[in-house]
């Protein structure tokens, strides 16, 4: 099986307050619940806010450190799901049970191209 990655890009701000994501961490429980028993979890885990990013850049041959995120923007991502599928259709189809939980953010699905 193929694992792929999907990746939840959400807005830059304060997370909606607990009486909004309570619920919503809740069915994100249930779908990890599902895709474990499914057999296609790998692994998934929630970032801090794209402000706590710090980029590395080799600058002749020194490392350049820089704060905030690589690029500006309005949306980061916030997370992401690894998981193994049959093939993209059946990651697609997790990739939009994960974006019915998470409406309204996006969520992309990406081939993983090799892994260690």
Known sequence: MRQYL????QPDGDPPPPE????IMAELAKLNDEMRAAGVWVSAVGLHPASSATV???K?????LTDGPFTEGKE???G?????AEDLDAALSWGGRLAAVL???AIEV?????RT
């Open 20 to 23: 909004v994501l309570d619920p």
């Open 80 to 84: 992401f799901t690894l998981i193994q």
């Open 110 to 114: 990406r081939p993983v191209a090799y």
């Open 103 to 105: 409406s309204p953010l």
């Open 56 to 58: 590395i850049r080799a």
């Open 6 to 9: 999907l990746s939840i890009y």
């Open 60 to 64: 002749d041959g020194e490392p350049l």
């Open 76 to 78: 980061h991502v916030g």
